[in-house]
């Protein structure tokens, strides 16, 4: 690889263009998202001088609720300064095409438009997609919100009960379709939401992203595997006053307030598809992007109430986007076969310790798990490589995992992944993460007391 070429080959942006673009994105940068390049002593692996440098992936938790973009805020996203950085790096230039696989809240999406480049993002959950397009939603009509949010509540429901919506919510809901014309749903109209580059929907978007994100301060999820709605909890914040209308009104103001600081002259494409069925008619120069970790992070679960609101307006089921989710913790399928040689050579070993593990659960159910979370990885890097052009390269952040005692090096993995793909790659530089989800469980760190948890930059670029 010849990095200096990498590094220097394309990074002229347009002047003119330039300064506008800047000015665009800068709002988000200022505002919450403050990264720096890590500390030296958080660096565990250096293989590459130059992406040193780069801004760190993590993003703090904004520190104040009414932080300007903290709306946007999500745990699993990667910090906008080095997504911005990243792109950068890679070589970018008006005329790149951005591809981000696994968008979720859009963030290389942002950094993509705030270099004035085109760009795909592709994530199966619509709260992602929603999220991530309300992002650049300049082009609301305040009035037109205020007007949606005004709840008329006459409209008399049977529905819900059952579920996570009460009675009175769900007819708030309902009006406020009813109000935007989407008595039905918005399943027809819903790509063109999220590839609206004029900018048509941004009123409904601004309105139905201020729902589900209100929808989440005003219920507890109930603790289980299992979470639903947890009612009452609504009706006691109901008696302070504080209900879905008057928190999501909250929201919409906000959301307002922090586009209207914001333009973007060029806006990103977004697809709610599953990764690994979605093969694209352009190719792409760039790939930026962080698949989910294998962490057990469940994100349908993480995301209930936004997907609970959000499935008012639009039709899916939710117990098939767990389903799909990369990362699932629910066996689609048992398998016990030699696995494929293209998941790589290691993988294979990691994927036989587990299996040989005494642990009595390893073999009839953890394996599975991982065994599936790797057939999936491997089948959406391919999906993405064949998404790119013949000397696409990318970025991809991901972390590394422990099952039990076993270390599980991730990002190796997603190199020989990538290699059985035509591509070289390296595992480009890792950050100790001190707060994980995988420190969390004293059981889990008796197992292995000294583990080292990292966040990986794997760099690829498309050799044949
Ligand atoms: C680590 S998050 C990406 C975060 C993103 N970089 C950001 O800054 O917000 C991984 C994303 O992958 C999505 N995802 C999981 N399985 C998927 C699949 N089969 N196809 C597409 N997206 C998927 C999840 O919905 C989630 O939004």
Same mark, same amino acid.
Request: hydrophobic share 35%; proline share 4%; charged share 25%.
């Given at each position: ?32 998202? !403050? ?53 950068? %790096? ?66 008399? $429901? ?8 009460? !009675? ?32 048509? #929907? ?27 709605? %947890? ?32 333009? #973007? ?27 989910? %970790?294998?962490?057990?992070?469940? %994100? ?69 798990? #991982? ?58 530089? $890792?950050? #100790? ?32």
């Amino acid at each position: 690889m010849n990095e200096h070429s990498i590094k220097h080959s394309s990074n002229k942006l347009d002047d003119a263009r330039d300064t506008q673009k800047t000015a665009s994105i800068s709002n988000e940068l200022n505002a919450y998202d !403050r990264s720096t390049t890590p500390k030296q002593e958080e660096l565990i692996l250096t293989a590459r001088r130059s992406l040193i440098d780069l801004p760190t992936t993590k993003v703090k938790r904004p520190s104040r609720r009414d932080q300007s973009f903290s709306w946007a805020y999500t745990y699993t996203a990667f910090s906008l300064p080095f997504a911005k950085a990243a792109i950068e %790096y890679l070589g970018c230039n008006t005329q790149s095409k951005i591809i981000d696989p696994f968008s979720g809240s859009g963030t290389s999406l942002i950094a993509a438009s705030g270099l004035g480049c085109h760009s795909l993002g592709i994530d199966i959950s619509p709260f992602s997609c929603l999220l991530a397009r309300s992002r650049v939603a300049v082009c609301f009509d305040t009035n037109l919100v205020n007007t949606y949010l005004e709840g008329d509540n006459k409209i008399a $429901t049977e529905e819900a009960d059952q579920s996570a919506i009460s !009675r009175s919510d769900m007819s708030y809901l309902r009006s406020v379709a009813r109000k935007m014309g989407l008595n039905k749903n918005i399943n027809e109209i819903w790509g063109n939401l999220l590839n609206d580059n004029l900018g048509n #929907y941004d009123s409904e978007i601004v309105t139905i992203v201020s729902l589900c994100l209100a929808a989440r301060d005003v219920t507890k999820l109930e603790k289980g595997s299992n979470p639903i709605w %947890y009612r009452p909890s609504l009706s006691e914040k109901a008696e302070e006053g504080i209900t879905l209308e008057s928190t999501a009104k909250n929201y919409a103001k906000r959301i307002m307030d922090d586009l209207s600081t914001c333009s #973007y002259a060029t806006k990103p494409n977004i697809v709610n598809v599953d990764v690994r069925d979605y093969i694209s008619n352009e190719k792409y120069d760039i790939c930026l992007t962080s698949p989910p %970790y294998l962490n057990r992070l469940d %994100y349908v679960v993480a995301h209930i109430p936004e997907l609970t609101v959000l499935n008012v307006f639009l039709k899916f089921s939710i117990p098939d986007l767990k389903s799909m989710m990369i990362g699932t913790t629910k066996i689609n399928e048992k398998n016990y076969g030699e696995p494929p040689s293209v998941w790589g050579r290691y993988c294979n070993e990691v994927l036989k310790k587990i299996e040989a593990h005494s642990s009595y659960a390893s073999r009839r159910y953890y394996y599975h798990t #991982y065994r599936q979370y790797f057939s999936s990885l491997a089948e959406a890097l391919a999906a993405t490589i064949s998404n790119l052009k013949a000397n696409g390269k990318g970025l991809i952040v991901i972390q590394n995992s422990y099952y039990k005692d076993i270390a599980i090096d991730v990002p190796t993995i997603c190199c020989e992944m990538l290699s059985h793909l035509g591509c070289e790659s390296e595992v480009a530089r $890792t950050e #100790y993460v001190k707060s994980h989800m995988g420190y969390m469980s004293p059981i889990q760190n008796s197992y292995a007391p000294n583990k080292k948890l990292g966040e990986a930059l794997v760099y690829f670029e498309i050799k044949n």
